[in-house]
């Protein structure tokens, strides 16, 4: 709970220095993300993003940058002791904390980036082997299994090129994937991590 508060305290640090953002930019933002659930041996798989972002300029090269983003987030897993595909898709609201330099032509910078989301659906493909007789449960937009809520903090770099603005991230996400009381222990604390590439394209 102490890092769910933090995390929407930095989302809504932006909100506290009015006084001293000059004129932003708004844009449409995509990218692709690479994710998997590491402590349930599953891999990452390929999922996406897209949506809105508005970056706010401070002195000495600080910025903020919220963003809306309707974020698809996938993990897989073939072989072992079992078989399982995961996709969740959020509504997800990322605040970047960015600084570096304006070299005039180009922009590079350091970027933070904490995040809330809120599930929108998820779709659950998984058989056990070790269980005879097992058939393949699938689980569709039922939230008994898979939380709705999501926070986590992203950590990268990125790129301005005149309108354009690339950004690499390493992202973790510090809630409870699973919310089920009765699952296995590996599975209470597992939740997606890996990269995501974004680019972005200011008006």
């Not at 699952?183 to 597992?190: E, P, R, S, T, V």
């Amino acid at each position: 709970m102490k890092r769910l508060f933090a995390v929407a305290f930095l989302c809504l640090t932006c909100l506290l220095f009015p006084s001293r953002m000059e004129a932003g930019h708004f844009g449409l933002t995509g990218g692709i993300n690479f994710l998997g659930i590491r402590n349930l041996n599953m891999e990452s798989a390929i999922g996406y993003s897209a949506g809105f972002t508005y970056k706010f300029n401070l002195p000495v090269g600080f910025a903020i940058q919220p963003s809306l983003l309707y974020h698809s987030k996938a993990s897989k897993s073939e072989g072992g002791q079992f078989n399982a595909d995961l996709r969740v898709d959020y509504l997800e609201l990322p605040v970047s904390f960015q600084w570096g330099p304006d070299l005039l032509f180009f922009r590079p910078f350091l970027d933070v980036s904490p995040y809330l989301g809120y599930g929108l659906n998820h779709d659950l493909n998984f058989k056990e082997y070790d269980v005879p007789d097992s058939s393949t449960a699938i689980v569709k937009d039922s939230w008994s299994l898979v939380n709705r809520l999501e926070y986590g903090l992203g950590l990268g770099a990125g790129l301005e090129v005149w309108k354009f603005q690339f950004v690499c991230r390493y992202n973790w996400n510090f809630g409870k994937l699973m919310q089920a009381t009765d699952i296995k222990a590996d599975m209470k604390n597992a939740n997606f991590s890996g990269v995501s590439l974004s680019l972005a394209l200011f008006f």
